[in-house]
């Protein structure tokens, strides 16, 4: 080849008005490669000296500028020596004009349709991020318009890039390789990536491939295979935190028509994610998440032809949804389904780890479930499958191996929806609350519409060897948190089964009750009105129950209780405390439990002053009621004497018991010159017993009951 000295004047003419010409469609130059192309061959001036000196000024279109643009090349060198340099450059392909731009090309050929660059350098600025001594090579077919570029050694953001760039007449292509690059020094790069980078403290490293193509100024399709490790995130309220996060996004995309099309996939392998539902730990068990899309510009609305996220041995779910992306993001379609998982390691590794209630966390789940989600426009609806499921609450506070709480065998269609709901069915084998009481098997169809759960037909639900008839029940969401409402009625329940079921001594009788009306709210369940429970043959009228923390650590209970026409032959055969005969009614005031233990209460038991029934006491309850009361017998005739009869005529009796800091301070139905009447004789033979103890530690007190239903003699000390 000659060297450009030995040129004829025609020549150079010639080649400059060529590409003078290419000039004119300034389409040809979309990227930086481009820009180089035009101003290796853009119109120059020449002046005397060892080199042409190209002084171009300032070229460009409405696309792209070139500012201060200088080309010089060396006449003395057999290898076509030249530099390009330009003050600015100026490009909508570019996230920052390149300043400072020298291109040096130590080994060149210029011939008559080509000019190439087998050795060549840039130094440039970018961002403030300095370029030097890039390694490049560029090969330029004027009559065909088609530009070779290598660049090598590029750094930004921490990391080394290598671009390969082709262009002609119709098209233009880019490879693109990089590694290393540090996450959070992108933003620095190009502003449209510093409030993501900023707003989720993001940074990793990450190694790319990219392979982009397109027409002029336009992106026509590309794909790319991005290696991220290390990955940390964090939004500002800490609600969304990602550590150590390791895998591969990969994927393609096209235009046709207008319109988007493309297909992506991310693969995690390591590391942590946490947000405000749910835990991930991809690091016990790799996620992927796959999608397939387009995008119509005209309707600037995105459409998920297909999505897909497997999480294997936990969650496998598909849909398809429709993205608004005019003036705000919005949802406009979406259909997602999951295949049956099973709820124990999902719910035990993905939520229970983010759950800050202790009654949840003491909940073991079991079985499987499936999950539809459907949403248009402003309707959402969603159905939830259950299959053999098993719930159990409270196994740690009762710590017994059965829980406060359990369901077995569950099965079921749960039905919800923003707007109007089908029905809900579910049903259940069996359960129990609080250790023994049994749940039988029970149906119950309901409805889940908004912020409400309502029953939507009566339920019966089998207790013991009776059954809770559920009348009504709702539920909505308030601002405190959930309300519920419900109403029924308990038939009868024999007492014989209640304390087998609890661990009491053996009672009898049975237990039914009406509840007018009950509601939940901020964690305390109340009962509306009065409810009234039969036992002993006679009536109790429970006024102002309250119930907080029911299946917690520390239950609590605050009532008013009121006893009618107690018989109180049934309830002293039920406790073996002796045989009374008459009625027996009374009051507990300001009643209060806690963990079921009485911590304070004002009690007061008596005989009705319209009894007219027949009042008779043997001889093992007049031992029982002495001893409680801390008294001997007092009568005309001797104990010893008072040993021949069965049992003995009363008037009258009662005691009082007010609880207070562990204290019973105690009383009976009169005051007597030492103490009080616990039992004011009447008839022949007559007895009187007295009390003496105003004060009685609330232990020993219960002590000494325990061992009379038991059927011992209490302990005096």
Known sequence: MQPLWRLSVTGAIDIFQRVCSRLNNPAYFFNLAGIFGALLLAPFALTASDYFSLSLGNIGDEEWQAQGVVLQLDLQSPQDRFILSADEIRHPGLPAPVRTLRFACQSGKIEDDRISCQEGLIDFSLNGQEQRRITSRIDWK???????IYLDNITLSGGKFTAEMKLDKQQWRLLLRGRDVEINKLEKLHAALAEPIGWLSLNGRFGLSMDLSGRGAQLHRGSTRINFTDVNFSDQSGN?????????????????KGSWSGKQQMDISAGEVLTPLFYLSPSSHPLSLETAYRYQTNKSLITLDTFKFSQPERLDITGSADISVENETRLVALNLTSKAADLAPLFRDNVLPVLANPQLEDMELAGQFAVDITHLENNTQLRVGLEDVYIEQGLQVRGDGKGQFALYDLDGEINWSSGLAKESHLSWQGGHLFGGI??????????????????????????????????KFALEQGESGPKVQFQGYLTPISMATISSAVGWPPLAGQLSGMIPGLSYENGVIAVNGVALVKIFDGEIVIRDLKLDDLFGALPALSADLELKDIELETLTRAFSFGKITGKLEGRVDDLRLEDWAPVSFNAAFYTPEDD????????????????????GVSGAISRSFLRMFEDFGYDRLGISCRLERGVCHMGGIEAADRGYYLVKGGGLPRIDIMGFNRKTDWQVLVSKLKQITEGGAPVIK
């Open 438 to 471: 049994t749940l039988g098997a029970t149906a119950v169809d309901l409805n889940l519409s908004g912020g409400a759960v309502s029953l939507v037909k009566q339920a019966s639900i089998p207790i013991l060897d009776g059954k809770l008839q559920a009348e």
């Open 240 to 256: 969304y935190i990602g550590q150590g996060l390791t895998g591969e996004w990969r994927g393609g995309f096209s235009l046709s």
């Open 612 to 631: 007219d029934s027949r009042h008779r006491i043997n001889q093992k309850a007049v031992d029982n009621i002495s001893n409680l009361g801390g008294s």
């Open 142 to 148: 004027i009559s065909s318009q088609l530009i070779d």
